[in-house]
């Protein structure tokens, strides 16, 4: 295994997110009963309820840039909040219409208010917990340190809360943008842009469901990592393209995809395993069986 290099997802793969989310949720009513003079339970009732719609069509929720979904809701429950505020945006009935107005009487779009409550709660998680690790995953990097497997981890998280949750464990993970690859152990790009679409839309079915594989800032990464095996757990933001790519017979692509399954990963991303290039090729149950999906690889030759 020794020369191995794994490409790594953060979110979700090395940590439990469930708190967090539940951070936000929680942030989310606190402002939104503020704002409309309701009880914060009224508002959590409301709330629910458009987070059920929300769930009921999936395949229109999401991360949107520019309008475009760039990752589905089913894949990715962090998009949940937002999926929210586009329906209350849209104030289809008088409760959710007069909620609606309260937000914009303060703020110049609902999107806005639900962004802000996004990214202020992560960096207030941030602060509050010095480290929110999965179980073993500690452990796990010993090992592969021990083996003489390097990891960088490509999060949209910023590097910083890589660095100090893996500090509290005695580990230094580097900033990837400032060293060479290939030259350290851990490694991190922070801000990833992962999520970014290119200005040529380029889409592969996987599951039966279209996904953007025009992603220039997350490619940029893979054509410099060129790494082994990369691991995520939302399909479109961390597997699509290395698929791609590797569908494509990119040198870039890696050898292995290998997806982190989540009690609400779907069907469709399920569906997408299997024999093919251009087909993830495991799904695991936690980061903690990354050792036996790197048997049998062997490092790339020197270019």
Not at 74 to 84: I, K, R, Y
Request: net charge neutral; with cysteine.
């Amino acid at each position: 295994m020794r020369g191995l290099h794994v490409l790594s997802d953060f979110d979700g793969v090395w940590t439990d997110p469930e708190r967090e989310l539940d951070a936000v949720r929680a942030e989310v009513l606190r402002r939104l009963a503020k704002l409309s003079a309701w009880p914060v339970e009224r508002v959590g009732r409301l709330y629910d309820r458009l987070a059920g719609r929300a769930r009921s069509e999936p395949e229109v929720h999401g991360w949107r840039i520019g309008g475009e979904l760039t990752s589905y809701l089913d894949e990715d429950f962090f998009g949940l909040p937002a999926a929210v505020g586009e329906i209350l945006a849209r104030g289809e009935d008088e409760e959710t219409a007069e909620l609606r107005d309260a937000v914009l009487a303060a703020w110049p779009a609902v999107s806005a208010f639900f962004d802000a409550c996004y990214h202020e709660t992560c960096a207030w998680f941030r602060r509050r917990y010095p480290h929110d690790l999965t179980r073993g995953a500690g452990r796990l990097l010993d090992w592969l340190a021990r083996e003489g497997v390097r990891v960088t981890f490509a999060t949209n998280a910023p590097a910083e809360k890589v660095q100090a949750w893996f500090a509290e464990h005695g580990l230094r993970v580097d900033d990837a943008r400032e060293t060479e690859a290939g030259s350290r152990p851990l490694r991190v790009y922070g801000r990833a842009g992962k999520q970014w679409l290119g200005e040529e839309p380029c889409r592969r079915r996987f599951g039966g469901r279209p996904v953007r594989v025009d992603r220039p800032r997350y490619r940029a990464i893979l054509e410099r990592e060129q790494p082994d095996l990369v691991l995520g757990d939302v399909l479109s933001l961390d597997l699509a393209l290395p698929l791609h790519l590797r569908a494509e017979g990119r040198e870039e692509a890696p050898r292995r995809a290998v997806l982190v399954e989540r009690p609400e990963t779907p069907d469709w991303v399920r569906a997408a395993a299997g024999p093919g290039l251009d087909r993830l090729d495991a799904l695991v149950p936690h980061v903690t069986s990354l050792p036996r999906m790197l048997q049998g690889l062997r490092p790339r030759a020197p270019a």
